[in-house]
């Protein structure tokens, strides 16, 4: 009885039981041998106009009892400022190409409808102010969707002069009035989204007329952003998975890149994968066991596929890298919770999305070269969020953790790892048990992130350091009793990062992964 009792503290403590023996796993890190800068907009948010996406998840409107800063919630803008947000993608995904910008300024705001997401009424109370001040509150960028679905290259032209123009035209003038005398900074601009499917079913060669086009004559006329690194950058609509057609669109937007005239050009081009087993029967996001653990992670790592099959197409045309891969719909898409509007794409968010996000984020930096900004579905109350909330009450899920656990990984310098890390199996079902990253900040500390895949074994990591004067380490590990463990309004630390021991020796680093846990880790000298 003392024994289960032990047992049973030891797993509600998420660690765990002294049966599972632990693995040993050899690292090996060369600080000297340093690759790309991972942009830190790998760690960009995608916030559409869907389900309680914005409204109440961001704004909630300046009459609201909710504290909030003219009208946007203050605590889910103190959370985005803590993990550091570089840039929020608005307004959609496939609301973008049904968006009318002009509905949402100034006085009257005319109620309109969202027939892609539940078919409800869009009262437009959060429009560009409202959104470009939200951005501004978080320190990060906009990246805004221009509608080319149903939209025209005159209507995304006017928004743009509207957002940027600093000369006195009717436009700025109309943004004057409307609050907002100077320019507005636009870092990025997507044209179009996924318009082989809801953005107008397109095929790769009409889109590409479409886009030369808008890329022509959408323009950004800040004075502050005319040219260098401040430039606005635009993204074209690129593939949305892994069948063969998206191959056929690589192609055409990348052949037409190459054969660009100096009227118009790209920067980006975007890539969309969700990670789904069965669109039909969607996985559930809690109440889940091994297998379904197991199922999610295998499918999740085939953005590594993914990634490498459309960057070989992208080398093809673009060898120097000069168009980025730009991930900007990412994350897993379960089965809507019991009882929510299924237009709303409610779902939970456990430990195995904490351990998902860091897979695609070790993915992401791995391919640093070529893919330098990505976008999780969705920051707040859709699909994989970062936060959560019922009116009032707001909680952080386990994806946020490590999204602030990587925050040093922001446009840190990539230091290859390797390990042979041996691997987990369930079933059918085979992976990698560990996965790691390291990265080297601007002051030189090092910075390991390692992923313990496998749900029932620890394991002993010893990572060699070469190329780093190592003397300390510390760091901070995400794990919980169970792989569907999530965190609620009531009980919201279930899933939270706590202190982990490392040790450094001759050069070694020495820790214990818990299982299904994720660690970083940053060494000092
Ligand atoms: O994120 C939800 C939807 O998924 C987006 O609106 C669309 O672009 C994608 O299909």
Known sequence: MRALFFCLALMGAGL??????????ELSVDASRAGAKIDRQIFGQFAEHLGKGVYEGVWVGPGSSIPNTRGIRNDVVAALRAIKVPNVRWPGGCFAD???????????????LNPNWGGVVEPNTFGTHEFMD????????????????????????????????????????????????????????????????????????????QLKIYSRFVRNYNPAQQDGGQRMLKVAVGPGGGEPRFDEWTEAVMKAYQKRQWSWDVDGLSL???TVVNWEKKFASVGFGEAEYGQIL??????????SKHSAI???????????????????????????????????NSLRDAVLA????????????????????????????????????????????????????????????????????????TLPRVDAIAARDASGRLWLAVTNLDPNRPAEVEASL???????????????????????????????????AAKVQNGKLTLKLEPKSVTVISVGQ
């Not at 765990?16 to 796993?25: E, H, I, N």
């Not at 003038?173 to 318009?195: F, Q, V």
């Not at 792989?483 to 009980?491: G, L, Q, R, Y």
């Open 134 to 209: 939200f951005i501004e509150q978080i320190g990060a960028e906009a990246y805004l969707s221009v509608n080319v679905g149903s939209g025209t290259p005159q209507e995304a032209a006017e928004w743009l002069e509207y957002l940027t123009a600093a000369q006195p035209t009717a436009l700025a003038a109309e943004r004057a009035a409307n609050g907002r005398p100077a320019p507005y900074r636009i870092a990025y601009l997507g044209i179009g989204n996924e318009s082989w499917d809801c953005g107008g079913n397109m095929t790769p060669d009409y889109y590409v007329s």
């Open 466 to 500: 070469t190329g780093v004067a190592a003397a300390s380490a510390s760091g901070e590990t995400l794990t919980a009793p169970k792989v569907d463990s999530v965190n609620t309004f009531d009980a919201p630390n279930t899933v939270v990062p706590k202190p982990v």
């Open 98 to 112: 049904e968006y009318h910008w002009r509905k949402g300024v100034g006085p009257r705001r005319p109620e309109t």
């Open 358 to 429: 860091a897979l695609n984020l070790n993915i992401f930096a791995r391919h640093a070269e070529r893919v330098r900004m990505a976008n999780i579905a969705q920051m707040v109350n859709v699909l994989q969020a970062m936060i959560l909330t019922d009116r009032e009450k707001m909680v952080l899920t386990p994806t946020y953790y490590v999204f602030k656990m990587y925050v040093p990984f922001q446009d840190a310098t990539f230091v290859p790892v390797t390990f042979d890390a041996g691997t987990y199996t369930h079933g059918d079902v």
């Open 272 to 274: 969309h994968n969700y």
């Open 16 to 25: 765990s039981a002294p049966s599972a023996a632990a693995q040993k796993v």
């Open 314 to 348: 992208m080398d093809r045309y673009d060898p120097q890298k000069k168009v980025a891969l730009v991930v900007d719909e990412w994350g897993a898409w379960y089965a809507p919770l019991p009882g929510s509007n299924p237009g709303f794409l409610v779902q939970q």
């Open 298 to 307: 295998k499918a999740t790592l085939e953005m590594e596929n993914l990634i």
